[in-house]
């Protein structure tokens, strides 16, 4: 909400009340908590994030690979969350939350939060669990990383655009840490032998 | 710290003071302060996890890729973190853990840290960023699993061996969730055909 992050960086995070919020929002303070319940919450509350991931994931064309799924998903945040006109906002916050250790954990687990929607949103389309489960950080790190690009004000281009980038660049990332002869697996993994070379 | 969760489980984290706890483990409540800053940072005060697995990839074998220094890292934690004696003192703390909001919070960004603190490790070793990021991940992502498989009570098996069958797994999971036509790429990370799939 645009008013609480004037305020909090007016006054500083721990200086604003939630009065000070809901009058410079022009809501009653009983609406105000209809909402949110409490100040900290404006910066995390709502589940939008996690709603367009799980829908876009769930929107997917039934032969996409897990990947194909998650870049479904980040196409789904560049149209309705991340707009352009919502660059500035989602800046001020991120410096809000970067000043406070205390937000830096609710961060943390809002971020937990949207690995287990995409986990959970890829298992609904019958992907195996731990597929699911790997498919899920890489989209979660993808998410990360291009958003971490886009806020960057000297940076123009559309969210959608820089998350392709990424997730192209984490797949290409992630192939490259795995050995070659990895890869072939379907049904059970084969026990790696570039692991196994490390136990004896 | 045993005689913490002792307490937290007796009469409650809420209800269990400093005083408490440096009373019961037989301190003063200076030489509390000395360690902890406060209750909370005794379920997570220290760096030892993060200091392993910094130490475990740095010592891993120059030729080990990512992953394979991430199994390194992955051995030390069992060898000098997970070991047998403390597998009822890690599930207790995560029970404690598990029943707080503010407490899953700070874990969860723990869990960053760590996750950061594998990233830099590889970056030491030359690997390139979005790679370790990438590699830091799965890592993350097998020890979290490898934890939760490990202290299940009426698993036997040492954190070590439970480990590296998970990365094992995480390995051929992250392979399955890549189309098998990227992953040759060494240098530049090639726009990957799926992905441009969708795009149109």
Known sequence: ???????????????????????????????FFRYFPDKREVLFGG?????????????????????????????????????PARRA????????????????EREALKGLGLTAALADALRRRGVADLTSRV???????????AYERWSDTTNTDEFTDVARRTLSEVH????SSLPADVGSGEGRPAPSPVLGRLRG
Do not use: C, W
Request: proline letters at 2%; charged letters at 20%; zero cysteines.
């Open 1 to 31: 909400m645009v008013a609480a992050l004037d305020l909090f960086a007016q006054r500083g995070y721990e200086n604003t009340t939630v009065i000070d919020i809901a009058e410079r929002a022009g809501l009653t303070k009983s609406t």
């Open 47 to 83: 589940d939008t994030m996690t709603d367009l991931l799980a829908t876009g994931i769930a929107a997917a064309p039934v032969t996409a690979t897990p990947l194909e799924a998650v870049a479904h998903a980040l196409d789904a945040v560049g149209r309705d969350a991340f707009t």
């Open 89 to 104: 906002f989602t800046a001020r916050r991120q410096a809000v939350i970067a000043a406070h250790a205390e937000l830096q």
């Open 135 to 145: 498919a899920a950080e890489l989209g979660a790190l993808t998410l990360k990383i």
């Open 172 to 175: 290409a990332a992630s192939a």
